[in-house]
């Protein structure tokens, strides 16, 4: 399977960083460029850039453009945007995998009929994950999917590719929705997460749009003693 097409742009910009070609403090190409050049949507341009300015590789200044900086290694998710959680355990240099526990086809209730916006009884597609890095679980993840958005979800093999990686392709993000809790988790959340009774957990809720679709709502579950999540706001 050929990687989504804003990761295949990020690969060029990282190529020529990498390479020596754009240099510390070059001025990449605008967004409108790379539009160009890649035939693709500026959403998908900026999803890439977005991606490597969180990863440290890029710094945005304002009213001057993008430039290559010194890459910086994070630890953490940034809570403002959404990264592919495979992509954030390699780029840590750690090895990801994930273990699918569900994935099949459900009866919207109350509750995921509300966060969803579909009728109640609506066929919607679900999915439970564990995401591990090296040998330890990082996150298990709970998403709930419009099945008339992405109505191949439950063809994917997500021991290979994340339901992040999937949808940001098939439905490219427009706008999303995060509320975080620390949260006294069930025995079942323990349980997958490796976690100790005392231990803390962190409960991101998401939705995410595509255009003025809602997609896809998750619950993202987190040991707190191995996980953080950050933000950082341009002013």
């Known amino acids: 399977m050929s990687s989504p097409i804003y990761m295949q742009i990020k690969q060029f910009i990282v ?13 990449i190409p605008t967004e409108l460029a790379l539009t160009e050049q890649f035939g693709v949507s500026r959403m998908t341009v900026n999803k890439a850039i977005r991606d490597l300015v969180n990863e440290g590789r890029l710094q945005r200044r304002p009213r001057l453009g993008t430039f290559v900086c010194e890459p910086t290694e994070k630890a953490e998710s940034p809570l403002l945007d959404i990264r592919n959680i495979a992509e954030e355990v390699s780029n840590r240099g750690k090895a990801y995998r994930s273990k699918v526990l569900r994935q099949q086809a459900l009866k919207a209730d109350d509750t995921i009929a ?9 066929q919607v597609f679900y999915s439970e994950i564990i995401h591990y890095e090296d040998k330890e679980p990082i996150q298990l993840e709970l998403r709930w999917v ?26 490219p ?10 949260i006294i988790p069930d025995a079942r ?47």
């Open 15 to 27: 190529q020529k960083i990498d390479s020596g070609v754009w240099h510390i403090g070059f001025k």
């Open 114 to 122: 509300t966060k969803l916006g579909v009728m109640l009884g609506t």
């Open 146 to 171: 419009n099945s008339s958005y992405a109505p191949n979800y439950l063809q994917q093999d997500f021991t290979q590719i994340t339901p992040n990686q999937y949808l940001s392709e098939s439905c």
């Open 173 to 182: 993000l427009s706008a999303m929705e995060h509320t975080v809790e620390a």
């Open 189 to 235: 959340v323990r349980q997958e997460l490796n976690m100790k009774v005392s231990e803390p957990c962190l409960l991101l809720n998401r939705r995410t749009w595509s255009d003025d679709r809602l997609v896809s709502t998750a619950l993202l579950y987190h040991p707190g003693n191995r996980y953080k999540l950050s933000s950082k706001i341009l002013l």
